[in-house]
């Protein structure tokens, strides 16, 4: 039997190695060319010490001075002896580089690109490679722009299906932007765009409460593919409620989508704000005039946000002043990015 390890570095990137049951992850690793951080091999020195986001483990033998009861109870495990039960995703304390990782590249060709407003884009690309870029709802991939030497772009994943040969972003259309400026004038149907990944710490963790999702404009992208991965899953055992805030009421996409998860999963819930005065929407304003103290269930919440970096900025302020302590705060910050 073998499980699926999501090592994620501090450096964002993220591999995936295959983890037999009987083997530990220093050793699975090793195995396939990632050099994990670590010394005595035998439980003793702590110097391979990770955090266990997801997933079941058998913590394996160890000495109390590298690994305490404390440690061990906040998911805290030691590489070189923790055997997966289960898929997981791990924190690796180093950067990707050091542990002799790749970055892993690929190249897809484009199958559609569709104007979903006057501000967003979605591209989805399609070739074999991409059964292999394996990544978490939520994370993203660095986007080549054909044409434009090594300029790339980041962008989240904004659909979840693993296995599958196909990837879909929505992408900003940014006035003078380089990947914008080639979808709206150059790209065709075929042509091939080269991508790397998968990258960042903003991924759906573990549901064990409720979940607050807050959207700024293709900021939606991310959740949508974590909402795909909870309907994969059967389901939430917890409320889902996502806000999702935008300048103009011609800004406003996906929300065909947003209503099918609403009837996938029954715990689903949503709201559509727009800033525009004149909008006709019934709620207008900014997210957080749309939080309501049910969302944050006493601070027994997992907050998620996504935007603007204005908008994150003004969003997590806001928390701080209504002394909001969630049990975990997760938030990803995109700058879009001129020529
Ligand atoms: Fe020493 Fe794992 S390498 S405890």
Redesign the pocket.
Known sequence: MSYTIALDFEDGATRFIKCKDTESV?DAAYRQGINI?????????????CRVESGSYALGD?IDD??SADEAAQGYA????MRPTSDCVVRIPADSSVCNTRQESYTANIREVRRLSDSTFSLVLQGEALRQLLFLPGQYANLQVPGDGAHHRAYSFSSMAPGGDTASFLIRNVPGGRMSGFLADRAQAGDPIALSGPFGSFYLRPIQRPVLMLAGGTGLAPFLAMLDKVVAAGGSPHPIHLIYGVNSDGDVVETERLEAFARLIPNFSFAVCVVDEDSRHARKGYVMQHIEPAHLNDGEVDIYLCGPPPMVEAVARHLREIDVKSASFHYEKFAASAA
């Not at 951080?37 to 010490?49: F, L, N, S, T």
Request: proline share 5%; with cysteine; net charge neutral.
């Open positions: 220093v951080p670590m010394d005595c091999r035998e439980g003793a020195c702590a110097a391979c010490k160890y590298a690994l030691l590489a070189c002896q």
